[in-house]
Structure formats: C-alpha cells, structure tokens
C-alpha cells in the first residue's frame, strides 16, 4: 500500500494515513487502501485494539483531497461519498475499541475519520473543524451525523455551520476529544490507552462496544435486554471462569484467551 501504513504491536494494531505531502488528505485510492487494511484488521483474531493517526507531525487529515474533488461530476461526488461512507461505516463497525491519536488538522474528512472512532486522544497542536461549506459542499463522510451524536446538535451546528477551525483545548472542553496530551507524548499515552485496553478480556471488551453501539439507536428498554443477553453470553467463556476463580484464589491471570 502506499498511501497506508500498517503495524502491529502485540495486540494492537496501527494504521497510519500517509501522504505528508498533502498533510494526509484521502483521496479514493487511500480510502480503497483504508478500506483493504479495515478488512484485513476485521479478520485478524489476534488484534483487540487499533489505533489510527497520520503521518507527521503537522496533519491526522486535513480532509478528503480537495485537488481530486474540485473537477469531480456529480456522479463521482456521489461515488466518491459511497466509497468514504462504506469505508468510515467499516471502521465504525468494527467490535475492536478503535482510537484516533490526532496528530495534527483533523479537518473535514480527517475529522469525520477521528468522529468514527470510539475514542479520540489529541495532540497540543491538533485542530479540529468541518470546514466543508468554506468550500461550497457538505459534509460528506458522515459528519452531520456523528458530530452531533457526540457533542450534541447545538455545538456541532455552530461548528458545521461556520466552518471554524477549534485547538484541542476547546475540543476537549466540548467533549470532542477525551484528553490532549503534549505532541512528543502522544503515542505512548495512546499505545498506553490501547495497551490497557488489550489486556483485558477481548471478548468481553467487543460484546460492551457492541452493546453501547447498539444502545445509542434503540429504546432503554431494548438496549438493557441486549446488555443481559451479552452478560450471560460471557459465562460460556473461559476467560470468565478463570478471570473469576483467580480473583477467589487471589492469584492474578497472564493472559486471557477468548
Ligand atoms: N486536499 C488536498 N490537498 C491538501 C489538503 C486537502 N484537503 N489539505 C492540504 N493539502 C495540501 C496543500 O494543497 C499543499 O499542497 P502543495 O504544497 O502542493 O500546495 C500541502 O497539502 C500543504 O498544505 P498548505 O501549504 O496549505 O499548509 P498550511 O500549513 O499553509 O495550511 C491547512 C494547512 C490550514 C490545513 C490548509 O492546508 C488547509 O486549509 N487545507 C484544507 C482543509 C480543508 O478544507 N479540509 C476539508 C476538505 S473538504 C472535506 O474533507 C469533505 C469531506 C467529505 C467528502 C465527501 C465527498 C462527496
């Protein structure tokens, strides 16, 4: 791949959107290499977390190319959205916990990504903006939708609607990013995170990412019958019934298995 990097450390795997030049801006070929590396990652047991940032220290994604837009038909914009869509709906869907460590803009479609994933940690010098109608469009990879689901609709009109660009400071305090940490430090804090994350039992750890996933779309009383549902399903697991008899023995577990 040449636009996608792809590492992987223990059990947590790191893909890095790598085109510095243009501070990491998608364009189709690098949403169809994202999207080759989310399928592969979606098959590999052995990951249970995974981590996306970009490359440098300047940019996450500074947005969806604006060199292979400006001449796009409406057919290709609409192609072009599918494609993103499909792509960002993957990394949504995956079970793993996902974390955006941003580095940088995370600006329109590089915003967007950080929005798909389940936990956003910043650098000091990373903004954040949806900057599309600056450019005569909308957003198009999601971000009407998921920006108002995590900050709420009033905050994320403001944003959409102006265009403005937010330092991590103000992103952390609108509940944009769960931390900001200095830039030299941000993928220790994150592989930290990922770390303390993978050490514990990764099916338990999907099932609570499904069920809040699933939560969020349906009525209370539907999302509480999926939680028991989940909750029972753990006791047909190993690691359930040796994580438990090691607390009574008082004896600490190497790994878990499931
Ligand atoms: N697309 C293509 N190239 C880009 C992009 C981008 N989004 N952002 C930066 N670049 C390129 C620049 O053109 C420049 O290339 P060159 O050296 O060949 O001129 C290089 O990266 C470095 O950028 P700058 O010289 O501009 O760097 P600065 O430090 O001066 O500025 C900024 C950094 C502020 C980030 C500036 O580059 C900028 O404003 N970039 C555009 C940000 C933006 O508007 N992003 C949103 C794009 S729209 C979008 O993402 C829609 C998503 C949904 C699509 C749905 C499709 C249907």
Do not use: W
């Amino acid at each position: 791949m040449e636009n996608i990097s792809f590492e992987k450390r223990d059990n947590v795997a790191i893909l890095k959107i790598s085109r510095p030049k243009f501070l990491n801006a998608l364009n189709s070929e690098t949403l169809r290499e994202l999207e080759m590396a989310i399928d592969d990652i979606q098959k590999d047991k052995d990951i249970y977390a995974l981590v996306i940032t970009g490359e440098g220290n300047k940019a996450f994604v500074a947005g969806a190319d604006i060199k292979e837009m400006s001449n796009m038909s409406v057919f290709e914009a609409r192609e072009f959205s599918i494609l993103g869509n499909r792509v960002f709906r993957k990394i949504e869907g995956l079970e793993i916990p996902t974390i955006a460590a941003v580095n940088g803009y995370a600006l329109g479609g590089g915003c967007e990504l950080s929005l798909c994933c389940d936990i956003r940690i910043a650098s000091e010098n990373a903004k954040f903006g949806q900057p599309e109608v600056t450019l005569g469009i909308t957003p198009g990879f999601g971000g009407t939708q998921r920006l108002a689901r995590i900050i709420g609709t009033s905050r994320a009109k403001e944003l959409i609607f102006t265009g403005r660009m937010i330092d991590a400071k103000e992103a952390e305090k609108i509940g944009l990013v769960n931390k900001v940490v200095p830039q030299e430090s941000l993928m220790d804090e994150v592989m930290d995170l990922a770390n303390s994350i993978a050490k514990n039992a990764p099916l338990a750890v999907r099932m609570c990412k499904v069920a809040i996933n699933r939560g969020i779309d349906v009525d209370i009383e539907t999302g509480i019958q999926y939680e028991a549902e989940i909750f029972a399903h753990c006791f047909s697991t190993e690691d359930q019934k040796d994580a438990m008899a090691a607390f009574l023995e008082k004896r600490k577990i190497d790994k878990f298995k499931n």
